[in-house]
Protein backbone atom coordinates (compact mmCIF):
# COMPACT_ATOMS: atom_id res chain seq x y z
CA UNK A 1 0.00 0.00 0.00
CA UNK A 2 1.34 3.41 -1.01
CA UNK A 3 -0.10 6.38 0.25
CA UNK A 4 0.34 9.86 -1.44
CA UNK A 5 0.11 13.30 -0.12
CA UNK A 6 0.46 16.47 -2.67
CA UNK A 7 1.21 19.89 -1.50
CA UNK A 8 1.77 23.09 -2.73
CA UNK A 9 -0.75 24.32 -4.95
CA UNK A 10 -2.20 27.73 -4.43
CA UNK A 11 -3.68 31.18 -5.92
CA UNK A 12 -1.13 32.93 -8.52
CA UNK A 13 -1.31 34.64 -11.29
CA UNK A 14 -0.13 34.03 -15.02
CA UNK A 15 3.22 33.94 -15.25
CA UNK A 16 4.13 33.06 -12.27
CA UNK A 17 5.94 29.82 -10.99
CA UNK A 18 4.40 27.03 -8.55
CA UNK A 19 6.37 23.62 -7.14
CA UNK A 20 4.48 21.01 -6.02
CA UNK A 21 5.14 17.91 -3.79
CA UNK A 22 4.05 14.74 -3.48
CA UNK A 23 5.06 12.59 -0.20
CA UNK A 24 4.84 8.68 -1.07
CA UNK A 25 4.61 6.40 2.07
CA UNK A 26 6.39 3.00 1.65
CA UNK A 27 9.86 1.95 1.64
CA UNK A 28 9.92 0.95 -1.72
CA UNK A 29 9.07 4.02 -3.30
CA UNK A 30 12.37 4.14 -6.15
CA UNK A 31 10.27 1.19 -7.95
CA UNK A 32 7.26 2.98 -8.86
CA UNK A 33 6.61 4.99 -11.78
CA UNK A 34 5.13 8.36 -10.74
CA UNK A 35 2.94 10.57 -12.07
CA UNK A 36 1.04 14.22 -12.39
CA UNK A 37 -2.46 14.54 -13.44
CA UNK A 38 -5.06 17.45 -13.43
CA UNK A 39 -8.59 17.90 -13.71
CA UNK A 40 -10.21 20.82 -14.54
CA UNK A 41 -13.90 21.58 -13.32
CA UNK A 42 -16.19 19.69 -16.25
CA UNK A 43 -13.19 18.18 -18.18
CA UNK A 44 -11.44 14.77 -17.63
CA UNK A 45 -8.70 13.69 -15.68
CA UNK A 46 -5.11 14.24 -18.27
CA UNK A 47 -1.96 13.81 -17.84
CA UNK A 48 0.79 16.17 -17.06
CA UNK A 49 3.77 14.59 -16.84
CA UNK A 50 5.74 11.52 -15.33
CA UNK A 51 8.96 9.69 -14.51
CA UNK A 52 9.85 6.19 -14.02
CA UNK A 53 13.50 5.75 -13.77
CA UNK A 54 13.49 1.97 -16.05
CA UNK A 55 11.29 3.55 -18.71
CA UNK A 56 11.78 7.78 -18.93
CA UNK A 57 10.07 11.16 -18.52
CA UNK A 58 7.39 12.14 -20.36
CA UNK A 59 5.41 15.59 -20.49
CA UNK A 60 2.07 16.74 -21.91
CA UNK A 61 2.81 18.81 -25.37
CA UNK A 62 0.83 21.61 -23.31
CA UNK A 63 3.43 21.95 -20.59
CA UNK A 64 6.30 20.84 -22.09
CA UNK A 65 9.18 23.23 -21.53
CA UNK A 66 6.90 24.82 -18.80
CA UNK A 67 7.05 22.13 -16.20
CA UNK A 68 9.72 19.78 -14.94
CA UNK A 69 9.02 16.29 -13.04
CA UNK A 70 11.95 15.20 -10.46
CA UNK A 71 11.85 13.41 -7.61
CA UNK A 72 14.11 12.76 -4.39
CA UNK A 73 13.72 8.85 -4.04
CA UNK A 74 15.86 9.69 -0.38
CA UNK A 75 12.69 11.27 0.76
CA UNK A 76 10.21 9.60 -1.05
CA UNK A 77 9.31 12.63 -3.16
CA UNK A 78 8.06 13.26 -6.33
CA UNK A 79 7.77 17.27 -7.60
CA UNK A 80 6.36 19.25 -10.67
CA UNK A 81 7.87 22.41 -10.67
CA UNK A 82 5.42 24.74 -12.98
CA UNK A 83 6.97 28.15 -14.65
CA UNK A 84 5.55 30.36 -16.74
CA UNK A 85 2.10 29.60 -15.48
CA UNK A 86 -1.16 30.37 -17.85
CA UNK A 87 -4.89 30.53 -16.82
CA UNK A 88 -5.58 27.15 -18.68
CA UNK A 89 -3.16 25.50 -15.96
CA UNK A 90 -5.84 25.84 -13.30
CA UNK A 91 -7.15 22.81 -12.35
CA UNK A 92 -6.71 20.11 -9.15
CA UNK A 93 -3.14 18.13 -9.44
CA UNK A 94 -3.13 14.53 -8.53
CA UNK A 95 0.54 12.68 -7.81
CA UNK A 96 -0.05 8.79 -8.76
CA UNK A 97 2.20 5.89 -8.32
CA UNK A 98 2.13 3.10 -9.85
CA UNK A 99 4.63 -0.33 -10.58
CA UNK A 100 3.54 -1.34 -14.07
CA UNK A 101 4.23 1.67 -16.10
CA UNK A 102 6.04 1.95 -19.05
CA UNK A 103 6.75 5.33 -21.43
CA UNK A 104 3.88 4.46 -23.59
CA UNK A 105 1.51 3.77 -20.91
CA UNK A 106 2.20 6.91 -18.66
CA UNK A 107 -0.08 9.12 -20.06
CA UNK A 108 -2.82 6.34 -19.08
CA UNK A 109 -4.59 6.89 -15.81
CA UNK A 110 -6.09 3.15 -15.45
CA UNK A 111 -2.27 2.18 -15.07
CA UNK A 112 -1.98 3.87 -11.80
CA UNK A 113 -2.19 2.15 -8.39
CA UNK A 114 -2.66 4.62 -5.94
CA UNK A 115 -3.83 8.31 -6.31
CA UNK A 116 -3.16 11.47 -3.20
CA UNK A 117 -5.81 13.64 -2.76
CA UNK A 118 -5.09 16.53 -5.27
CA UNK A 119 -4.09 19.90 -5.07
CA UNK A 120 -5.80 23.43 -6.25
CA UNK A 121 -3.86 25.52 -8.40
CA UNK A 122 -5.37 28.39 -9.70
CA UNK A 123 -3.52 31.09 -12.29
CA UNK A 124 -5.00 34.20 -12.74
CA UNK A 125 -4.97 36.38 -15.76
Known amino acids: QVQLVESGGGLVQAGDSLRLSCAAS????????MGWFRQAPGKEREFVAA???????RYADSVKGRFTISRDNAKNTVYLQMNSLKPEDTAVYYC???????????????????WGQGTQVTVSS
Open 96 to 114: AAGRQITLPTMTIPGQYDY
Open 26 to 33: GRTFSVYG
Open 51 to 57: NRWSAGT
